[in-house]
């Protein structure tokens, strides 16, 4: 299946981060749109179905964690989730779930957009 019609949400407190992935992807065919937060991103999945997200998984204010943690608690309806994060991979072990180590190419993003847009 192509990226015609698949929308992917990201959520990076980097201005210049979330805006290489959101061009990447828009490229590459998806309609890619950022937020720079959790509480953006709540809002958003409340009224609107991406297909996937993709949250960076350390912020300031509410990270990745929480950010699970709370659309769960309030019933948000969540699509694949997919955390990204520069942290050593074994400080991530009690992570269930994706997980795309930066730094990255743009051909491992969108294998991983590929995968869980399918």
């Known amino acids: 299946m192509g990226s015609a019609g698949k929308w992917v949400l990201v959520v990076d407190d980097d201005d210049d981060s979330r805006e290489v992935v959101v061009d990447c992807l828009n490229e590459a065919g998806y309609h ?13 999945l409340r009224t609107e179905s991406p297909s996937l997200v993709l949250c960076d998984l350390v912020m300031g204010g509410m990270d990745g964690k929480e950010f699970l943690l709370r659309a769960r608690r309030q019933d948000v309806q969540m699509p694949p989730l997919v955390f990204v ?34």
């Open 85 to 118: 994060t520069a942290m050593d991979p074994s400080s991530c072990e009690d992570i269930s779930g994706a997980v795309l180590y930066k730094p990255f190419q743009p051909d491992q993003l969108l294998a991983v957009v590929a995968n869980h847009c399918a």
């Open 32 to 44: 890619a749109r950022g937020v720079s937060g959790c509480i953006e991103a709540l809002e958003v």
